[in-house]
């Protein structure tokens, strides 16, 4: 089973710096998918960035830009120019490749990093 | 696109009352997730709907849980019995499945934060 591990509970940052949150997981498969989520407190979930695993260039929206090391199963996440708005929980996922592919539709979680900026 | 809305979004229940929870995705989303998050973890997958299918189910999903997508469109979450252990924010995910697998983003709703006294 394929796992996500999240080793900075928390992390803080001074607003327009920049800071790196870090995620490691543990797979076999080849081919899969890497995400940041964030939550914001009390507000839902929304899709940071994504990472095709076959890709191997570093995917980037604006001020988030990923690290992306396949062979260290390695997936650490940028945010640069950091923003109040930005403070939120930070959740990495994985995705399978899906189900008509032997894999798994679903997407597995770290346990976070709740990031804050200060003003 | 109004995005993939819940109701309720708080429910606090006795212990051993039957809770239904409903997750409206958006409107073209064919695909359908159920996650459970507790505090301090990251969501954890319950199951997954293709359509009117069930086609993916967690092993947390004990027999008290039951899902249903019946015309395809909007699902319920039913947790029969409850327990304290089902104390938990319930989220619901939907998506578009594009023509190659793996392309489809998952677009949560609020959650519905469930509270068993």
């Known amino acids: 089973a394929q796992t996500v591990t999240q080793s900075q509970p928390e992390m803080s940052v001074q607003e327009a710096e920049t800071v790196t949150l870090s995620c490691t997981y543990d797979t076999s498969e080849s081919d899969y998918y890497l995400f940041w989520y964030k939550q914001p407190p009390s507000r839902q979930m929304i899709l940071v960035i994504r990472q095709e695993a076959y890709k191997q260039q570093n995917a980037t929206e604006n001020r988030f830009s990923v690290n992306f090391q396949k062979a260290a199963k390695s997936f650490s996440l940028k945010i640069s120019d950091s923003q109040l708005g930005d403070a939120a929980m930070y959740f990495c996922?994985?995705?399978?490749?899906?189900?008509?592919?032997?894999?798994?539709?679903?997407?597995?979680f770290g346990k976070g990093t709740k990031l804050t900026v200060n003003p | 696109d109004t995005g993939v809305s819940q109701d309720p979004r708080h429910k606090i229940t006795k212990r051993g009352q039957n809770v239904t929870f409903r997750c409206d995705p958006i409107s073209e989303h064919n695909r359908l997730y159920w996650y459970r998050q507790t505090l301090g973890q990251g969501p954890e997958f319950l199951t997954y709907?293709?359509?009117?299918?069930?086609?993916?189910k967690s092993r947390l999903l004990s027999d008290r849980f039951s899902a249903e997508r019946p015309k395809g469109s909007f699902s319920t979450l039913e947790i029969q019995r409850t327990e304290q252990g089902d104390s938990a924010m319930y989220l619901c995910a939907s998506s578009l499945a594009g023509m190659s697998s793996g392309t489809d983003t998952q677009y949560f709703g609020p959650g519905t934060r469930l509270t068993v006294l």
């Open positions: 996922a994985y995705r399978s490749p899906g189900l008509t592919q032997g894999g798994s539709e679903k997407l597995v």
């Open positions: 709907f293709q359509n009117e299918a069930q086609l993916e």
